[in-house]
């Protein structure tokens, strides 16, 4: 073997060196951070939702709410003609005087009725069970409003003069409501604005199919409820407390 | 006699004066449209809470109104009595009419009306609203079809089958109508299919009252002979609507008032719901109901045409009472996610929701009924939609005296 074909050689096994030592971290990464690739569409295997422990939830704290107002560019404002996604709901039981407060958002519904009505399929759900609306093809009839049995939905009523954030584009004249921080579940953060918001840790975002998810564990061990459970929706967001 | 239809002729001072103020009225509903566009929602009453407002009161009473228009025609086709057959070309027309006005409010009131198209080609096979689109493009065909075998005597061989078409097609797209509503698990004012039936029967009642009024208002304008006995024929259906409309109201409501879970609500729509209890009571009620059926039924006005007329008129005038109790009124009591809680937010939830209606929604709601009038005035100008006369002996000879 001459002088230069050893060079070669040495050259070679130290270019596949580099390129492994370049490309190991990644796909180690890949591996841990379980997160899909854009041009891979979500999938059924996981169900995303919420857990929210209202015995944990302040009275008066707003904090998630103000959350995903930033998050998402919304103004924050609470007229009868503003969209509010997340808003906080204080309960009395009649008979008893109880108090609980609680937020109260899309309930992201394995069947929705928002969807069931929807004329043109804009409103639609994810097969990873985000519910949605297509902002293209939303023609602002309200039916999903009307359907909502949650009242988690608002039409947009006035020009928006550019407050829209890259991520999260919405429009005048077309319905929206909470995404369940769909950007950031894609990005792979694992969590959405008002469960990291939470000072209590309250709002415990995850994925229901995933028996080592904490989500799933809870559901498993708690008494967890849905609201308006009798109407057999399968909500996405559960809550403990109440 | 023989009966020969002729195109009105339409050059009096009155008609100009007729079509120019429904005009003016067109233009002013399409301005509001435009505004309502241009600004968005913010501009109406509706809000989050009323999703749906005043357009939805007139476009769902122009479009419950439409199918009950072809009643009259129904009775010739598909019942077989004569006596209503000269009465069926301007049955068949209002009711295109009425859908084409009602569906034009609908549309103009989207939060997105250019892009409504998008219902023709994105369906959802779900979705009433969907199957709607369906029903009333086929109403309108069939409606068509149906006048154009009353006019045209070469295609005569297909009027019974476009007779029986419009009149089964006009149940179904009344089902439909209802079924917006009823189909809608979310709020204690819906959720029954019992609201398929009563739309069905609302129709019968509302699609009347308003061919009366047009078949009057053609034969006075047009200095026509109308004869006791059409009008003896008219008062007679109306009397029998009403009573059928009272029923299933009251049917609907005892339904309610016997599940616990409802108790609330009939409260609110029965007692102490202001606006909506004042509406329900004094307009569907008593001016929608009561009264009109007293003028039809005395011996001192039963025979007076006008009060017929006037019966009519309240018999509109309820019917849109009963379109605001019900889509704004169901939309008013709040959603109850927490039974047996009492429930506070900043999105207004446990309490009633608040509405009132812009300028912007009575102007396109009027621009609508405007349209439907509009369609009618042209179209008995221009086809042999009206008979020459309709004088009892030429309408209906055999007639008991």
Same mark, same amino acid.
Do not use: Q
């Given at each position: 073997m001459n002088q230069f074909e050893q060079y070669r050689r040495r050259f070679i096994g130290g270019a596949l060196a580099a390129t492994g030592a370049v490309m190991a971290p990644g796909v180690m990464l890949m591996q841990v951070a379980h997160s899909r690739a854009p041009e891979e569409g979500v999938s059924s295997k996981h169900r995303w939702g919420l857990l929210i422990d209202t015995s944990k939830c302040a009275t008066g704290c707003n904090d998630c709410v103000t959350a995903c107002n930033t998050e998402n560019g919304l103004s924050g404002k609470t007229g009868l003609q503003d969209p509010q996604w997340i808003r906080k709901v204080e309960l009395t039981n009649n008979n008893t005087g109880a108090s609980h407060s609680l937020p109260m958002m899309c309930q992201h519904c394995e069947h929705p009725p928002c969807v069931d009505v929807c004329p043109t399929g804009a409103s639609f759900k994810r097969a990873d069970g985000i519910v949605l609306v297509d902002r293209h093809i939303c023609i602002g009839c309200r039916y999903c409003m009307m359907a909502c049995p949650y009242k988690a939905r608002s039409l947009?009523?006035?020009?928006?003069n550019d407050t829209q954030l890259a991520h999260m584009p919405r429009g005048k004249g077309c319905v929206e409501s909470c995404?369940?921080?769909?950007?950031?579940?894609?990005r792979g953060d694992g969590t959405t604005a008002c469960a990291e918001a939470c000072p209590e840790k309250a709002i415990v975002f995850g994925d229901l199919n995933d028996p080592s998810c904490e989500i799933a564990q809870r559901l498993a061990t708690y008494a967890s409820k849905e609201v308006r459970a009798d109407l057999g929706l399968n909500t996405g967001v559960r809550y403990t407390g109440i | 006699m023989h009966i020969v239809n002729r195109e009105l002729e339409g050059n009096s001072k009155g008609y100009w004066a007729l079509l120019g103020g429904l005009g003016a009225l067109i233009l002013l509903g399409l301005f509001a449209a435009y505004n309502m566009e241009h600004h968005g929602h913010v501009i109406t009453g509706m809000n989050n809470q009323i999703v749906w407002g005043l357009p939805h009161v007139f476009a769902v009473f122009l479009i419950v109104a439409a199918s009950g228009a072809?009643?009259?025609?129904?009775?010739?086709?598909?019942?077989?009595?004569?006596?209503?057959?000269?009465?069926?070309?301007?049955?068949?027309?209002l009711a295109i009419a009425l859908l084409?006005?009602?569906?034009?409010?609908?549309?103009?009131?989207?939060?997105?009306?250019?892009?409504a198209i998008i219902t023709a080609w994105e369906v959802n096979p779900k979705s009433v609203f969907s199957w709607n689109v369906v029903l009333y493009s086929g109403f309108l065909g069939f409606a068509a079809a149906y006048l154009? &075998?009353?006019?045209?005597? &070469?295609?005569?061989?297909?009027?019974?089958?476009?007779?029986y078409g419009a009149f089964i097609w006009r149940l179904i797209l009344t089902t439909g109508t209802g079924l917006i509503f009823g189909f809608l698990v979310a709020r204690q004012a819906y959720g029954t299919g019992l609201l398929a039936l009563m739309f069905i029967i609302y129709s019968l009642l509302y699609g009347t009252a308003v061919y009366v009024l047009v078949l009057m208002t053609a034969y006075l304008g047009g200095q026509r002979p109308l004869g006791a006995e059409v009008m003896r024929r008219m008062k007679n259906m109306?009397?029998?609507?009403?009573?059928?409309s009272f029923y299933a109201t009251l049917v609907y409501h005892l339904t309610n008032l016997y599940f616990a879970k409802e108790w609330e609500f009939e409260r609110f729509i029965l007692l102490d719901g202001g606006l909506y209890t004042t509406l329900f009571w004094v307009g569907q009620v008593i001016i929608g109901y009561a009264i009109p059926f007293v003028l039809m039924a005395l011996p001192g006005t039963r025979d007076n045409r006008n009060m017929v007329a006037l019966a009519a008129i309240l018999i509109v005038l309820g019917a849109l009472a009963q379109m605001y109790v019900t889509i704004i009124g169901g939309q008013a009591f709040p959603l109850q996610l927490f039974p047996g809680f009492t429930e506070k937010s900043s999105f207004f939830d446990g309490q009633i929701h608040q509405y009132i209606p812009s300028y912007w929604e009575?102007?396109?709601?009027?621009?609508?009924?405007?349209?439907?009038?509009?369609?009618?005035?042209?179209?008995v100008k221009i086809l042999r939609i009206l008979p020459e006369s309709l004088a009892d002996e030429v309408a209906d000879p055999h007639a008991k005296k």
């Open positions: 947009v009523h006035e020009d928006l995404t369940l921080c769909m950007h950031k579940v894609d | 072809l009643n009259v025609a129904s009775v010739a086709g598909v019942f077989g009595n004569k006596a209503y057959k000269p009465l069926a070309p301007l049955s068949a027309l084409i006005g009602g569906l034009a409010v609908l549309m103009l009131d989207l939060g997105r009306a250019d892009r154009w &075998t009353m006019l045209d005597k &070469t295609v005569k061989p297909l009027y019974p089958f476009a007779a109306l009397m029998i609507f009403i009573a059928a009575w102007m396109l709601g009027i621009g609508g009924f405007a349209i439907s009038l509009a369609m009618v005035a042209f179209a």
